[in-house]
């Protein structure tokens, strides 16, 4: 089975790469290094694409999304229809569908995005399903954080905090948050590959999630266990309040809802997760093979 990967050198490409190398004879584009006029799609069965422009903490302009996340993506595809390519599995996010919300997503949910990022995966989405046709399919793939072993922007500044403070201000927060581990998403990805080669079909969307979601109370339990770190949760008067107002996206991370309903992918895909989200903790820490 021949595969192209995109994105190989980011978090969920380099733990594919190194994942599946033996069971794909894969081979490796990067857009930003490598020549895409020259691209030889000869012999490749699937393509997995990976690369983008993820979410910016420190924000993005419009043009550097839709370049990376729709432009890139759609000649991409253009050019493997072109060259008879018959599946293209392409990484989305569940920012399309918006922000924090207490009714779990799923793939009927309307997708309303709220910011740039989620606005370019929509669209390039859609910009993917005009593309499809009989002899070349299209598999969707939204995800929650993805989180493991090197992961950066939030969770590590999460397991940053629980290192250094051993009193944190987040006790008893219900909230519900969906998480993906890199080796379940991954795992997802080998899955709608084997199951369209299979049955001769695939679904359009899928959605990953682990099996349960968490409260950021439960998570920095879990990460604190993983440490080895004796971490005091308490709840303090007006502290939420005060952050809402201060630091309105900081708060809506670590208080609001989004939950993501997996059950029709596993359904479908007749799927299983390979990790426990303490089994992903603990290698998000640790790593898989220590």
Known sequence: MNVLLTGAGGFVGSYFKNKYNEKYKMKIFSFLNDNFQQLDLLNTDVIVHLSALVHQMGGASVEEYEKINVTQTIDLAKKAK?????????????????????????ENSKCL?????GKSKLKAENELQKLEDDNFEVSIIRTPIVYGYSVKANIKNLVSLVQKIP???????????????????????????????KSGMTNNIFLASDDKPLSTSRLIQLIANELDKKVY?????FFENILKFVKPNFYKRLYGSLEVDSSKTKEILKFKNLYSTEDGVKFMIRGENK
């Open 233 to 237: 949760l308490v709840k303090i008067p």
């Open 167 to 197: 009193v944190l201000p987040f006790g008893n927060i219900q909230n519900r948050r969906s998480m993906v581990y890199v080796g379940n998403l991954c795992h997802l990805i080998d899955e709608i590959i084997g199951f369209r080669i």
């Open 113 to 117: 995005p709220q910011d740039e990022y």
């Open 82 to 106: 072109k060259s008879g390519i018959k599946h293209f599995i392409f990484m989305s996010t569940v920012k399309v569908y918006g922000e924090e919300t207490d009714i779990p997503y799923n």
